[in-house]
């Protein structure tokens, strides 16, 4: 009896809300795809089986390897932390210093964004802010320097976690993102398995792009995680599901905010069921 | 890559389209598909593209174009002009008040670059002969003012701030009372990011407006920005109002259709591009060009 319901323009609609909400066009088509093959393979039987489907598919993209890291045996576990400019990095990993530190673990984070203006000095008041140690250097200076001397003062001072903060920098600039290799290379020299869980942030506001981002990042560094940063405003993410489906990159946490407390671990059903949220 | 493939597609799809002699309207209606898959891509806003193609078939169904001697060229020249109207003409000048100092304001989301065009637009206006004032309106963002002061220190331009203790719209009066006696012409006020759904931080550039008129409020957007560009435009622009457009971050290989929908939904100007971080990274607008690579030609 459904089966006539459910018409072109109900797929039409669905269409419609997968494409504002940032899918995009391919991901969008595979998931129409799919809920074509549904109603002719009988799972979905009327309108009302609709999204309840379609939120199934879309975690089922979203759910590989997703799951907060855990900390390596032998400490310190670094994580670097990357991305294109504003998305939202350094006051990511203020959010992540303070969770871990939450967690009772000593943390100490990295200013190897030396080239911004007064980056090391916002990373500083984020340090002061969750009670953690800010390794710097002064602007200008040579961001795998600050990352070397990092990581000998986590080794010294027993650190359970290192967090390396970096410049932004958009993905297609080959020398910037050479420097991050080197960043990366200079903590796997000095700690081997460094670093352990490598997060590319990005920006929920952001379109198609973000796949290109995630694309040119990992084929830089191995990424090992996403972090979808300003979840609290009006854009709902979607570029992630194409993320997921296209490069199998897992989401590890969201922001929701610029305060402290505003992370979450990141849920692929809450998710899937918010991009539906207000239709 | 996605894009480039799209491109291409698109490409062919104009190239069948001139290697015909005669169109029917099902060739036109085939290649408009493809425009719009691009557009989609580009991050043009959905509902933009849908009015936008409505549009361009109105034109180029008509008998005009399919009975003419080359109607490819019509149709390819009816999306192109179609893309560059609803983008406007080049207008990359900030108006001067008749009676100094004028006052401009950025506003915009976090993280858009709203510091860094403060920047660069009192670059720009410096290199014109101008003395401008960068206002550091910005009270919330850890070492917000200190990045606008070493802005202002590598620009050799002076940085008005009262700290992070008093309001913003207290902020911006001082320093329009100020810019005269530092024989200042222009002040670039710099204000925190702020989502346009958080009612009070729009509340306060509502303060700072009506207390200080500025004569440009200007919203920076993120070229990078997809779907939510129009929801964000229009939340400023009915809230606010708002004069003008800067697009950053198009140094990078995003299409930028936030471009269109942003143009598309407040009717206001872009004003200029930036282009890089640097401070002299600031360029005019070219619709046309915008147009091109939108659609990835
Ligand atoms: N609303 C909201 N704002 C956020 C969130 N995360 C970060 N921000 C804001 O986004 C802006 C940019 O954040 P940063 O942490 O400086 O971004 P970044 O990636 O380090 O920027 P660069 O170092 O300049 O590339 C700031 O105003 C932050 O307060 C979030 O989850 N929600
Ligand atoms: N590549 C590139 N980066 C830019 C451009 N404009 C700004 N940025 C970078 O984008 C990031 C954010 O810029 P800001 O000027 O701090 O942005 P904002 O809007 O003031 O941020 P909040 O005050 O936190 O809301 C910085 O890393 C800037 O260097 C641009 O045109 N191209
Ligand atoms: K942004
Ligand atoms: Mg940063
Ligand atoms: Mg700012």
Known sequence: VGYAKIDDELLDDLEAVLLSADVGVPTTSVLLNDIRKGIKGKEINSPDDLRPFLRTKISDMLQNGSGVLTLTEQPPTVILVVGVNGVGKTTTIGKLANYYRQEGHNVIVAAADTFRAAAIDQLEIWGNRVGVDVIKHSEGSDPAAVAFDAVQAAKARKADVLIIDTAGRLHTKTNLMEELKKISRVANREIPGAPHETLLVLDATTGQNAISQAKFFSDTVFVSGVVLTKLDGTAKGGVIVAIGNELGIPVKWVGVGEGVNDLRPFAAAEFAAALFADK | ?297
């Not at chain 2, 894009?3 to 799809?13: G, I, N, P």
């Not at chain 2, 580009?42 to 361009?56: E, G, P, R, S, T």
């Open chain 2, 1 to 297: 890559m996605v894009f480039e493939s799209l491109a291409d597609k698109l490409q062919q799809t104009f190239k069948k389209l001139r290697g015909r002699g005669k169109l029917s309207e099902g060739d036109v209606a085939d290649a408009l598909k493809e425009v719009r898959l691009a557009l989609l891509e580009a991050d043009v806003n959905f509902k933009v593209v849908k009015d936008l193609i409505a549009k361009i078939k109105e034109r180029a169904i008509g008998q005009e174009v399919l009975e003419s001697l080359t109607p490819a060229q019509h149709v390819i020249k009816i999306v192109n002009e179609e893309l560059a109207n609803l983008m406007g003409g080049t207008q990359s000048r900030i108006v001067i008040a008749s009676k100094p100092p004028t006052v401009v304001m950025l506003v915009g989301l976090q993280g858009a670059g709203k510091t860094t065009t403060a920047g660069k637009l009192a670059n720009h206006l410096k290199r014109q002969g101008k003395r401008p004032l960068l206002v550091a309106g910005d009270i919330y963002r850890p070492a917000a003012i200190k990045q606008l002061q070493v802005l202002g220190e590598q620009l050799d331009i002076p940085v008005f701030t009262l700290g992070d203790k008093e309001r913003p719209v207290d902020i911006a009066k001082k320093a329009v009372e100020q810019a005269l006696s530092m024989a200042r012409d222009i002040i670039i006020i710099d204000t925190a990011g702020r989502l346009h759904i958080n009612e009070e931080l729009m509340q306060e550039l509502k303060s700072i407006k009506q207390t200080v008129r500025p004569h440009e409020i200007l919203l920076v957007v993120d070229a990078m920005t997809g779907q939510d560009a129009v929801t964000v435009a229009e939340a400023f622009n009915n809230d606010l109002g708002i004069d003008g457009i800067i697009l950053t971050k198009l140094d990078g290989d995003a299409r930028g259709g936030a471009a269109l929908s942003v143009k598309a939904v407040t009717g206001k100007p872009i004003k200029f591009a930036g282009m890089g971080e640097k401070l002299d990274a600031l360029e005019p607008f070219h619709p046309d060009r915008m147009a091109s690579r939108i659609l990835g030609m």
